[in-house]
């Protein structure tokens, strides 16, 4: 299997960011940028050439120059992801599949404006994404008063909840041909190197840099896990690398 793990596009939270260096006034569950809309396009674009040569013949081509070939395509739940899978899913004629363990840290939350103790919010239902974003294919399981809908998930939860994410994902796509795509956030993607890698999280500081848009390539197969790139964005101009 091939993973491809791509974080979502500029969100107006990342800007709010960039700009006040700040948190406050963010939103539970921002919208892209006009620069996010714009990186996801041009990365859907760079997705979509087609492959010249049938898989199973560009296996070793770690770089792509080949192609892509996408056979499964999966986004977390929150907008910014969804919003960055669209014109994936359209330009590479696959359907768009909600993960809901692929969220990014916390969940849908609020920081409560006395107490600054963050607080657990509803999410969009179902309802929505299918007024919005017909194109996503909805878990039977989605709750209808908002995908998330309970508390604040706290840091030692991740861990449990990116394994689980991995191991489900190794049962369905693991000793295939399989080219996976996911979408997913900044926080998300630490945790996976990490439980990948089997780092320890021994409270340090280390980051592993993904930028808007921005791709890692993984092959996972039974001897072990190559990694081919990480954080590449050699497919969006300049001006919209963030």
Do not use: C
């Not at 609020?110 to 007024?131: M, W």
């Not at 017909?134 to 008063?145: F, W």
């Not at 049962?171 to 956030?185: F, K, N, Q, W």
């Not at 969006?236 to 963030?242: A, C, E, K, S």
């Amino acid at each position: 299997m091939q993973l491809y793990f791509i974080r979502h596009g500029q969100s107006e939270n990342n800007l709010l960011w960039e700009q006040t260096g700040s948190g406050e006034g963010r939103s539970e569950d921002p919208h892209l940028t006009e620069i996010g809309r714009r990186q996801a396009d041009q990365l859907a674009r760079f997705l979509s050439n087609g492959v010249s040569s049938p898989l199973e013949e560009i296996e070793l081509d770690f770089q792509n120059t080949e192609g892509f070939g996408l056979t499964h395509l999966y986004t977390s739940l929150m907008v910014r992801a969804v919003e960055t899978g669209v014109p994936i899913a359209r330009a590479s004629r696959l359907p768009l599949l909600a993960w809901e363990d692929a969220h990014e840290w916390g969940g849908i939350y609020l920081d409560d404006p006395e107490t600054g103790e963050p607080v657990g919010q509803p999410g969009h239902d179902r309802d929505y994404f299918q007024a919005h974003y017909p194109e996503l294919v909805l878990p039977e399981t989605l709750r209808e008063d908002g995908w998330w809908s309970r508390p604040f998930e706290e840091p030692e939860q991740v861990a449990a909840r990116v394994e689980r994410f991995l191991t489900t994902l190794i049962a369905r796509h693991g000793g295939t041909d399989d080219r996976v795509a996911v979408i997913s956030h900044g926080g998300f993607y630490n945790n996976m190197v990490r439980v990948l890698l089997k780092l320890p999280d021994d409270g340090t500081h280390n980051w592993f840099i993904l930028n808007n848009a921005a791709m890692t390539r993984v092959d996972i197969h039974a001897d072990g896990i190559d990694w081919a790139y990480m954080n590449r964005s050699d497919y969006l101009p300049r001006t919209l690398i963030t």
